[in-house]
């Protein structure tokens, strides 16, 4: 089973707007999607990727805007005749029929002759390892196993465009960790154009080739992950991504430069940055003994592999969080340095952009290796 | 410990009470049928069966047997045809006038069957001298009549199914390349397929013991077997009524046992 590509994209949205009543579920969406690729819409809940997806699959019409699969355009097409299977996130199984009537459901209102069905059943229940389930009804397997079926039922149609809501939500956490390596490995076997929703930044790092951040209902951000986690085109995106996600804190004239309250003495951008806000990575931050921007502990997060210090920066109210690895038990108050990484990011205060390419004269006195204070 | 005790013991007596109480005259009749003397007198003198052969035998009974079932069971088939749409846009569609429309459909099942009965009789007489159609006493008058008794179970039953249905899956049929009308039939009807087994069985059951309002609306040489009940209690009082009623009663409580087992009535009622 697999899907010869095409030379165009895959999927190739144009200005898409959904509007329910008054509220804007979906206000200007452009995206793009190559053959093959897999492609997560993230977001909080209410950011309008469901509703994307929705309109991708023709279960929603789209008040404007035009859908593009493989080059034709279905955004008037009903759901049937748009060549795009689906994996809903309460997998919508059919309880009254069986698991292998629910597979060949689709091949059966296609009109697929009934040895041909035979097959493509018996492939799809053993790519998903469902061999020996498919007398059962829904109600008598593992919510695991139903997310299986519905996995086969998606792939069994063999559309080259494949859309998955939340599949993983209703499952525990060890479970989501298999099916999502599983789910990966099978969009690449079958070289699957994949659009994924999800609101577990994990899931989609981790996943996707493209990672389109929603917010509002508009694309905060299109890119992929790691260009995401390194260069956040909005104070939005630097918030979402990340365990913790990136700090900010607001920049204020001072002497020589952009400083943080509390702490004049240290001059971490160009005077023309106050006002705007700096991000850091809670990872990239060094705890030092000696130099480095001073700060106090106010909180500390024990997680096993790691710790997450919060810092109250000089005499200030801004806070850092700082990832140390292992266990780091600093009461609270101790006074600590923080060395900050040669990358800084730089937010605009008014529109929330990310400010490229600013000079970073003072990296030089952050950039040491040790680890003095936690050991 | 003692007082959660004393509850359950409470508990457990009044449901019993409850159940004997509903219980004791389908036992009583159950009873009488098979007494041999013609006038009902406890103790009983003896046992017999000649009563159920001459329920067998009495004519009014078997012509009213048959029409019953027939206008149980084409009323019931209307009545789901037209409820099963009406729920449907009930629970699905804001229409205007939504609740009062709902109010509307399940009025009948809280109307007294005398006043039902007087208002169909009116309205079907007004109907022929309009339309000098004869309505009145005619099956199709008979079966519309009771067409409107089944459509509350339908509509009720029907309703609740509905409700806790995941639409989901009639999306994932459309996508997955079946039309509405294969959607409707492949997954939707089976979907609340308890739910429609039931209303068929409570308005099949609503119809066939309706007395009231069809003392109303049948014609001569046309009797339901509740009326022709009614009409040979008038002269006699011997166990022929009660071994007919325990005919009834037999069929009846089969059908739900036959039921049952498909689908389970517990869970939807």
Redesign the interface.
């Given at each position: 089973m697999s899907f010869a590509s095409h030379p165009d994209d895959a999927i190739r949205l144009a200005d898409v707007r959904k509007q329910f009543g008054d509220t804007a579920a979906l206000a200007g969406v452009s995206l793009k999607a190559k053959p093959g690729s897999f492609v997560v819409l993230l977001g909080p809940s209410g950011c309008g990727k469901s509703t994307l997806l929705r309109v991708l699959a023709g279960l929603e019409q789209a008040t404007s805007g035009t859908i593009e699969l493989s080059g034709r355009d279905v955004s008037r097409l009903p759901p049937a005749q748009r060549g795009i299977s689906m994996v809903f996130q309460s997998y919508a199984l059919f309880p009254h029929l069986s698991v292998a009537e629910n597979i060949v459901f689709g091949l059966k209102a296609r009109g697929v002759p009934a040895a041909d069905r035979a097959a493509r059943l018996k492939d799809a229940a053993a790519l998903v390892g469902l061999g020996h389930l498919l007398e059962r009804r829904p109600s008598q397997l593992s919510g695991g196993q139903q997310q299986r079926v519905a996995l086969a039922r998606a792939i069994v149609a063999q559309a080259p465009i494949c859309l998955m809501d939340e599949p993983l939500s209703n499952l525990d956490a060890k479970l989501r960790n298999e099916m999502r390596r599983e789910i990966r490995a099978l969009q690449q076997r079958l070289k699957l154009t994949m659009v994924y929703v999800t609101h577990d930044q994990a899931e989609a790092m981790s996943m996707a080739d493209q990672v389109v951040l929603m917010r509002d209902g508009h694309v905060e951000q299109d890119a992929s992950p790691a260009e995401l986690y390194a260069r956040p085109a909005t104070r939005f995106a630097a918030t979402f991504i990340g365990t913790p996600p990136m700090s900010l804190v607001r920049l204020t004239a001072g002497e020589g430069g952009a400083v943080l309250e509390g702490a004049p003495g240290h001059v971490l951008a160009p005077a023309q940055a106050a006002g705007q806000w700096l991000g850091v990575r809670p990872e990239e931050i060094v705890l030092s003994d000696a130099e480095g921007l001073p700060a106090g502990i106010a909180g500390a997060e024990f997680l096993g592999g790691e710790t997450v210090l919060s810092c109250v920066i000089g005499t200030g109210t801004q806070v850092l969080q700082v990832r140390v690895p292992g266990l780091c038990a600093l009461p609270v108050g101790t006074p600590v340095r923080l060395r900050l990484p040669q990358t800084l990011h730089l937010f605009d205060d008014a529109t929330g952009r990310r400010i490229e390419d600013f000079p970073s004269n003072l990296a030089s006195p952050f950039s040491s290796k040790d680890n003095a204070t936690c050991r | 410990m003692n007082a959660v005790r004393f509850g359950r013991y409470a508990l457990n007596g009044a449901a019993g009470l409850s159940l004997g109480f509903i219980l004791l005259p389908l036992i009583f009749v159950t009873w009488l049928a098979f007494f041999r003397q013609e006038i009902p007198s406890f103790p009983p003198e003896g046992y017999s069966l000649q009563w159920f052969t001459a329920a067998a035998n009495n004519k009014p009974f078997i012509d009213g047997f048959v029409l019953s079932l027939e206008v149980a069971v084409v009323s019931t088939l209307i009545g789901l045809a037209l409820g099963v749409p009406a729920s449907l846009a009930l629970v699905r569609h804001r229409i205007p006038l939504g609740p009062g429309v709902s109010t509307l459909l399940l009025l009948p099942l809280v109307m007294p069957g005398i006043v039902l009965g007087t208002a169909t009789y009116v309205f079907q007489i007004e109907v022929e001298i309009a339309t000098q159609i004869p309505v009145m006493g005619s099956l199709g008058g008979l079966i519309a009549a009771h067409t409107l008794v089944v459509i509350p179970w339908v509509v009720r039953l029907v309703t609740a199914s509905l409700a806790g249905f995941?639409r989901?899956?009639e999306?994932?049929?459309?996508?997955?390349?079946?039309?509405p009308f294969?959607t409707f039939w492949?997954?939707t009807l089976?979907?609340i397929?308890p739910g429609l087994v039931a209303a068929a069985l409570f308005g099949f059951v609503t119809s066939f013991g309706n007395l009231e309002m069809s003392l109303f609306l049948v014609g001569p040489g046309r009797t339901t077997l509740p009326i022709a009940i009614l009409q040979y209690l008038e002269w006699k009082i011997d166990p022929t009524v009660a071994a007919a009623s325990l005919i009834q009663i037999v069929l009846i409580g089969a059908a739900m046992i036959v039921t049952d087992r498909y689908v389970k009535l517990s869970r939807v009622v």
């Open positions: - | 995941d989901s899956i999306e994932a049929a459309q996508n997955l390349g079946a039309g294969t492949r997954v089976p979907s397929r």
